[in-house]
T-cell receptor, first 112, second 113 residues
Framework: AQTVTQSQPEMSVQEAETVTLSCTYD???????LFWYKQPPSRQMILVIR??????QNATENRFSVNFQKAAKSFSLKISDSQLGDAAMYFC?????????FGTGTRLKVLA | NAGVTQTPKFQVLKTGQSMTLQCAQD?????MSWYRQDPGMGLRLIHY???????DQGEVPNGYNVSRSTTEDFPLRLLSAAPSQTSVYFC????????????FGSGTQLSVL
């Protein structure tokens, strides 16, 4: 069975600095999709970035980028120039067809 | 565009009571799903549907029933609520393309006493 592991329950970063959130997963499949979702205190789930496993190029969305290491089954999220609005829970998720597997989340605190 | 609408936002039940969490989407999405979010456990898939009349179990289906009679609606039923079902419930939908993002509802905070 597929699993997703986020080993950092909580992280802190100074405003304007860079932080990396870790995610590892386990699967025997070669074709799948990976996502990072953000959940601010409002509880709304917001897609941050997504990566198709067949694409070697790492996905980038403005200040957010991923380091996708397929062989190592690692999918970390880098947030550059951190802003106060980045404070939230971040969830890593794996999907292949219709079942999504979420990690346990990392709470990011941004210090002014 | 309303997106995914969940009702109610908050609910308190007594053990043994039944209730239905409503979920509706107006994006003509084929795929709809229900998750529960518990502290330290992330989101776990309860049930999902890939179209009207088609449902399947997720990771934690026990104690929950679903049906999909229309493309728009995907209600989640608790037949006999238990304290272990105290959680935040999210409905999410997506179109047929596998790499597309999930659209989430705003969640239902359910407490079972």
């Amino acid at each position: 069975a597929q699993t997703v592991t986020q080993s950092q329950p909580e992280m802190s970063v100074q405003e304007a600095e860079t932080v990396t959130l870790s995610c590892t997963y386990d699967t025997s499949e070669s074709d799948y999709y990976l996502f990072w979702y953000k959940q601010p205190p409002s509880r709304q789930m917001i897609l941050v970035i997504r990566q198709e496993a067949y694409k070697q190029q790492n996905a980038t969305e403005n200040r957010f980028s991923v380091n996708f290491q397929k062989a190592a089954k690692s999918f970390s999220l880098k947030i550059s120039d951190s802003q106060l609005g980045d404070a939230a829970m971040y969830f890593c998720a794996y999907s292949r067809t219709y079942k999504y597997i979420f990690g346990t989340g990392t709470r990011l605190k941004v210090l002014a | 565009n309303a997106g995914v609408t969940q009702t109610p936002k908050f609910q308190v039940l007594k053990t043994g009571q039944s209730m239905t969490l409503q979920c509706a989407q107006d994006m003509n999405h084929e795929y709809m799903s229900w998750y529960r979010q518990d502290p330290g456990m992330g989101l776990r898939l309860i049930h999902y549907s890939v179209g009207a009349g088609i449902t399947d179990q997720g990771e934690v289906p026990n104690g929950y029933n679903v049906s999909r009679s229309t493309t728009e609606d995907f209600p989640l039923r608790l037949l006999s609520a238990a304290p272990s079902q105290t959680s935040v419930y999210f409905c999410a939908s997506r179109d047929r393309r596998l790499n597309e993002k999930l659209f989430f509802g705003s969640g239902t905070q359910l407490s079972v006493l």
